[in-house]
């Protein structure tokens, strides 16, 4: 089984046996590959996960603390491949995670975004609404996760317009010109959530804009809209309710993954790709977590070949819901996402494996 066999499959057609069948080797390839190329994982895999070894599940693939990119440059090619270099988006004082793409790895990364939200946007590139500054593009080589997610995402556009000017403040005008346009077919709003909650929405539901044709992929910054009382059920309610928009799917996903996005369904859960998984680990014993259990998520992707990203252990706590569903729906695993892990945990967990880079 190869990556290219796994992006001939429908992105959430397999259960999960036979998705682990299909995954397992090429996650097993990448940990060779990585132990071989990345001088600084392979001494973690020798010191902490006592050498290499083949996995026989997805949960006994070797993970990296996914606070390590934030203070090691971790890397799987010589310079003279990298291509792009990503940063995170983190807090005020905060190091940013740093990650490396060859070209190899900025392709498959794109392919699979294409693969998973063909789901939802179907084949053809749509008119696009881009909520988010037009500035956020200007240095290609070097991007934010906000500024990488943004031209991800805009290979599914047409002539995307950016609806906020440079001040954060909505566009009336271009917003108008667009709805004028392209309001009564089908189009792309994309935006990090908090953005789109906070600039979008809130000069939008008083002026009866009609945004009834329109899909919205959305991502992040859950933190703010939390701290307001705006859950998930309410973001949507709200938009339907002042402009119409009823299709709104949000995605789960982090800069050390790129590609490897997890897409909110039909049900309200988070779902991986076929390329991609999630294990859900209990914070006291690191065993596999049963499902309604809330634990710290792992994130498994096939795509990472220019730097060690390939299996990942968050800070985020998330809940499996349910694996596999009736025929006709998405399988695999169904998961959500419920908060962050207590500072003093991830500090433990990823201090344990610093050490052993010295």
């Not at 992105?11 to 097993?28: F, G, I, M, W």
């Not at 973690?44 to 006994?60: H, S």
């Not at 709200?238 to 995605?251: D, E, K």
């Not at 695999?332 to 201090?351: H, I, T």
Request: some cysteine.
């Amino acid at each position: 089984m190869s990556i290219q066999e796994l992006f001939a499959v429908p992105p959430y057609s397999l259960q999960q046996a036979e998705k682990q069948t299909r995954l397992l080797p090429v996650l097993n390839e990448l940990t060779l590959h990585h132990y071989q190329t990345c001088p600084a994982y392979a001494r973690l895999i020798d010191v902490v996960w006592a050498g290499p070894r083949e996995a026989r599940t997805l949960a006994e693939i070797p993970y990296l603390p996914v606070g390590l990119f934030k203070r090691h440059a971790l890397a799987s090619v010589p310079d003279h491949k990298i291509v792009q270099t990503l940063t995170s988006s983190g807090t005020t004082g905060q190091q940013p995670s740093r990650v490396f793409l060859d070209q190899e790895t900025a392709d498959l990364q794109s392919r699979a975004l294409v693969r998973i939200m063909s789901e939802v946007l179907g084949p053809r590139r749509l008119p696009m609404l881009v909520v988010d500054v037009p500035g956020l593009l200007k240095d290609r080589a070097s991007f934010s996760a906000r500024g990488a997610g943004v031209l991800g995402m805009m290979k599914f556009g047409l002539q995307p317009v950016f609806v906020l000017d440079n001040d954060m403040r909505l566009n009336r005008e271009a917003l108008e010109r667009f709805l004028l346009r392209h309001g009564d077919q089908p189009f792309l709003i994309f935006g990090f959530t908090f953005m789109v909650w906070r600039y979008f929405y809130d000069p939008l539901r008083t002026l009866g804009v009609d945004l009834s044709k329109g899909i919205l992929i959305h991502s992040g910054g859950w933190k703010k809209l939390e701290e307001a009382a705006v859950d998930g059920a309410t973001f949507k309610q709200r938009f339907r309710g002042a402009t119409g928009l009823s299709r709104v799917h949000n995605f789960y996903g982090m800069v050390e993954q790129v590609g490897s996005v997890f897409l909110e369904g039909d049900d309200g859960f988070f779902h991986p790709p076929v390329f991609a998984d999630i294990i859900v680990r209990d914070p006291q014993t690191w065993e596999e977590a049963p499902a309604g259990r809330p634990g710290v998520l792992q994130l498994v992707s096939a795509l990472p070949r220019s730097y060690p990203g390939h299996s990942l252990l968050t800070e985020d706590l998330g809940i499996l819901h349910r694996v596999d569903a009736p025929q006709g729906q998405w399988q695999g695993k169904a998961f959500s996402v419920v908060g962050r892990v207590p500072r003093a945990e991830l500090r433990g967990c990823s201090d344990t494996f610093a050490a052993s880079l010295g």
